[in-house]
Every structure is written in C-alpha cells, then in structure tokens.
C-alpha cells in the first residue's frame, strides 16, 4: 500500500454483554506495558424536557498509556450508539455521568472535577466555587448555586452505556493498517463487535484545506458526489449526526474568491456544522478542537487492513499530499 498522510482514526465498537470499555483499556495497556487514566468524555443529546434544547455530558473515557507515558488510544462513550443496548438495564457500580443544560456550566464543572472520583465526591471541588454543597436526592447528586438554580447533577450511568466503545487514535505516521490492527485485534479476540450504527471517522490535518482551491475541491466533491461516495464507502444508513453540506455553504464555494481569509470568513458565517458527510469547522476555526478536517461517512468496521485500504480511497479522491 503507498505511503498515506497522517491521520488519526475514531472506530466505534460494542463491548460483549458484561464487559465494558475499560476492560478493553485494561487488555491494551497490559499489551503497552503502561496503564490506563481515567478521563472525562463531553458529549451532547437531545432533551425532552420543556424550554431545554439539550443536555451536556460527561461520561468515563478511558486513556491508554504506554510504558513509556506515550498515549496509545482513548476508549470513550458514544451516544448514538442504542440500538444494541439494553436500555432498560440497571446502572453498573461505579459509572455514572454529569449532566449539565449549559455547556459553559459544564466545562467549569470538568476543569474542578477529578474523573477518578466517586458520584459522591466528583461534584465537591465545583461546589466549592459556587459556596454550596452537593445535595443527594435518590441516586442523583446534585450541584445548585446560592440561588438553587441547577448547575450540574452526577447519576448513575443505566442502559449498557459502558459497553459503548469509540477507538481513539492519536495520530497514525506510518503503517496505519499495523497501527490500527494493534488496537483491533485485541477488541475482537475480546468479542468486541461493530454496532448497529457505527461508522469510522477520519481526521486529517487542515492546513492543506485552508487554501481556495482545496476547499472548493472538498466541497464540490462532498456536495456534488455525496451518493457516490456513500456507495463506494458504504455509508453505514443508521448512522446518526450525517447531513449534506449546508446549501449556503455550498453556494459560496462556487464563487471565485480572492484569497484563503476571504473565503474563510464568509464560510465561517454559514450554516457549517460538525454533523455533515464531512466536517470542516475545524478547517474554518468555527469549534474548537483537533486542528483537522474529519471524514464521517466511511463505514463502521473492526479490521485494520480494511479501515486503512478504504483511508487510502478517500486520500486520492481528496488529492490529498501523501508522506
């Protein structure tokens, strides 16, 4: 296979009835002669509670660590993955979730919250900045102001939701299939499984795209031949949070434009989002995060070799520079 560009993989994958994420985590670093460190997943769903849009998550995410300290992988939740779960099944000791309607509420709560703590202490350090204290009603823990309007709530985490177990790459130099196989492998012999919705994302660097040509490529390429390539990857039809490219975006991409910052920020004033065939807000600096342009239409798979031939197709549809 040729050289392929750097890139980082995100492979979604269902633990066995039983097991979890971080049996997996366990089972890679023993291989890694490291460890694992628990960390915190942010993550959003909808909500069905009157006047409140969504609601803001975190949940266990699990990083592997070589001997070494190099990081390995991250093992985290994904929350359209359902249809496999049992959602009626009990909460397992010791995983929960925080829960937030306020994003801005939520990343304050992270940044004074250890993942490694219990439900009953993980919300202590942020009530201390807001003068209170935790109150437990049943199974939940709840944070208030002084005012008692709800800050964040920590609840057992029910439904199988540790079983949910997205792959997390660093990102991958040289041997992707190898690289990826290292992970894999062990998932399966383990009787990890591709779920019902899953699909594979890639992530490749974004400043080959921030160029007017290159742009205009990607989103005549997404926009104009998105039912061709749903075919030839084949685009998983229950995947969740995959949309066309807004049509003003597109629109825009069909002008001619000056320069890379003139575009650039027309785009960035669009309908872009990150839940399209591809996402490119990280592309136009619009969300925060890994500075790359993601993929999200290859389909969900548990073999290396195949991820990586189906990564080197989008490479030269992307005409991507390769080394």
Known sequence: MEQLPRAGFEVELLAPRGSSRLDLARELAARAGGGVQRVFHVDTEGSA????????NLTPGFEVRG??????????????IV????????????????????????????????PAEGIGSVLDGAAALFGTRVRRVGDVHRLDDAAGASVAMAAPLPGERERPCEVITPPLVA???????????????AGFTVPAEAAVHVHLDAAPF?????????VRLFDEHREELRRAFGTNPRCRRLAPLPPDLVELA?????????????AARTAVTKFSDVNLTRVLGVRPGPD????????????????????????RLLEFPAG
Do not use: K, N
Request: proline share 5%.
């Open 175 to 189: 041997d992707h299939a190898a690289a990826l196989e290292a992970l894999l492998a062990p998932a399966r012999a």
């Open 67 to 80: 001997g070494s300290g190099e990081l390995v992988c991250t093992l985290v939740d994904d929350s359209t």
């Open 254 to 266: 069909r002008r001619d434009w000056p320069d890379w910052p003139s575009l650039r920020a027309a």
């Open 210 to 218: 921030r160029d007017v040509a290159a742009f205009r490529r990607v």
């Open 83 to 114: 249809d496999d779960l049992d959602a009626t099944a009990a909460p397992r000791p010791g995983w929960y979730r925080v829960v937030s309607d306020d994003a801005r509420l939520l990343r304050l709560v992270q940044r004074h919250a250890d």
């Open 292 to 315: 790359t342009l993601e993929v999200r239409v290859l389909a969900g798979s548990a073999d290396g070799a195949a991820i990586a031939e189906a990564f080197a197709d989008l490479v």
């Open 49 to 56: 509670v009157p006047g409140v849009r969504a609601f803001w």
